[in-house]
C-alpha cells in the first residue's frame, strides 16, 4: 500500500464536539489536541515522515476573545506539557506562522521546542499557528524583495514557510466543510483531498487509516494521462 510521505490536516469541529456535549468550545479545542497527540503517534507507527496541522488560522483572530486566549493557553500549556515526550519519540518539531502578534513568552517557548527537537529524524511535525496561505505568499514574497532576487516559482517556493518539507501528498480535513480555509494555498497545488465527517477529536486510528487506504487508490497525474503513468520509463521520458 502505498503511504503518504507527508499529510496536511484540517483539525476542524472542536467546536461543534463540545457544544454538542454542552461544554464551552474551549473544552473540544482540549480533546483535539488529546486527538492530535494520539495522531503524531499514529502516523509514525504508519511510516508518514511529515505531518502538517492547521491549529490556528490568520482568520481565527475573529472568534470571541475568551475563545482566543484559551487557544493561546492551549498552546502555552501543550509547550509545556508535550514537548518532552515528542522529544523523547523523535518528532522534530516546526512551528509555522506569523510569530507577531503572540506573547513574548509564547514566541520564547515555540523556538525552545524548534531548538531542542531540531536533531530528531523520525517524524517531521508542523503545527501551522497563526497561519494563513494568503500570509505565506505574501511573506516569502515579501523577502524576495527584499534581498533583490527574481520573484519564480522556484525562488518563492525556496522561500515559503514550509521549505524544509515537501508538499503534502494527502490533505485531510475533518469536520465536514470541504474548503480549504486559507491553509497551504500554494503547497496543496496537487495534493489529494479527503473530507471527513468526523469532528477532530473523535478522528482516530481507524479514520486516519481510511484516509490513507483512500489515499493509496488515487492515481496521482500530474498533469500526464493515465496512459503515460503505465508507460515504461523510457517512453514515460519521450
Ligand atoms: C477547529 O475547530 C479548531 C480551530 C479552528 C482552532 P473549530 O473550533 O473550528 O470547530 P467547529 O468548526 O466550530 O466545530
Ligand atoms: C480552519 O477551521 C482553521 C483551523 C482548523 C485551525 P475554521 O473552523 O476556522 O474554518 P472556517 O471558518 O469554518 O472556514
Ligand atoms: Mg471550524
Given at each position: 500500500m502505498t503511504t503518504p510521505h507527508h499529510i496536511a490536516i484540517v483539525m476542524d469541529g472542536n467546536g461543534r464536539w463540545a457544544t454538542r456535549r454542552l461544554l464551552p468550545r474551549v473544552a473540544g479545542h482540549k480533546k483535539g489536541v488529546d486527538a492530535l497527540r494520539n495522531c503524531v503517534k499514529h502516523c509514525m507507527e504508519r511510516g508518514v515522515k511529515v505531518l502538517t496541522v492547521f491549529a490556528f488560522s490568520s482568520e481565527n483572530w475573529n472568534r470571541p476573545a475568551e475563545e482566543v486566549s484559551g487557544l493561546m493557553e492551549l498552546l502555552?500549556?501543550?509547550l509545556a506539557r508535550e514537548v518532552p515526550q515528542l522529544q523523547a519519540e523523535g518528532v522534530q518539531l516546526h512551528f509555522v506562522g506569523n510569530r507577531e502578534g503572540l506573547s513574548d513568552k509564547v514566541r520564547a517557548g515555540l523556538a525552545q521546542a524548534?531548538?531542542?527537537t531540531a536533531g530528531n529524524q523520525r517524524l517531521v511535525f508542523n503545527v501551522c499557528f497563526n497561519y494563513g496561505g494568503r500570509w505565506d505568499i505574501a511573506q516569502a514574497a515579501a523577502a524576495l524583495a527584499a534581498r533583490g532576487e527574481p520573484i519564480t516559482e522556484g525562488s518563492l517556493d525556496r522561500a515559503m514557510s514550509l521549505a524544509h518539507v515537501g508538499d503534502p501528498d494527502l490533505l485531510v480535513r475533518t469536520g465536514?466543510?470541504?474548503?480549504?480555509s486559507n491553509f497551504l494555498l500554494w503547497q496543496a497545488a496537487y495534493s489529494e483531498l479527503y473530507f471527513s465527517d468526523k469532528l477532530w477529536p473523535d478522528f482516530d486510528e481507524a479514520a486516519l487509516d481510511?484516509?490513507?487506504?483512500?489515499?493509496?487508490?488515487r492515481e496521482r497525474r500530474f498533469g500526464r494521462t493515465p496512459e503515460q503513468l503505465t508507460a515504461p520509463r523510457a517512453r514515460r521520458a519521450a
Open positions: 502555552a500549556l501543550a524548534e531548538a531542542a465536514g466543510e470541504q474548503r480549504i481510511a484516509a490513507i487506504a483512500d489515499y493509496a487508490g
